[in-house]
């Protein structure tokens, strides 16, 4: 399980600093949502699409990027399965030639 934190905490900062993101402008997203909350024109849902990547943008969060982590880190735990799986038993290895 080490293995797999150490390969992917690069990916899980950022996963993690991107979620405090996304909670400090959630204020922010409520009110745009409220103020198209009765829209049904094509118009209005695209203003409010805009208004939201706009908030995004300023604060720099990734939206796609929350789940990355979860991408990444399946395989690769997947892998060192399959790799601790296959190999020998540790009680049948020789270990300094005494065992």
């Known amino acids: 399980m080490f293995i797999i934190r150490l390969i992917t905490i690069g990916i899980t900062l950022n ?29 209005s849902k695209k203003m409010k699409q805009i208004e939201v990547m706009h908030i995004y943008k300023k604060h720099k969060i990734k939206p796609a ?7 990444v880190t399946i395989p690769i ?14 009680k ?6 005494i065992w």
């Open 65 to 71: 990027a929350l789940f990355v982590q979860s991408f």
């Open 77 to 90: 735990f997947l892998i060192v399965y399959k790799m601790v799986s296959l190999t020998r038993p540790i």
């Open 15 to 43: 996963s993690t600093l991107n979620t405090e993101r996304m909670g400090e402008v959630q204020g922010k997203i409520a009110e745009i949502n409220a103020k198209y909350k009765n829209a049904t024109d094509t118009q």
């Open 92 to 97: 049948a290895t020789i270990l300094f030639g």
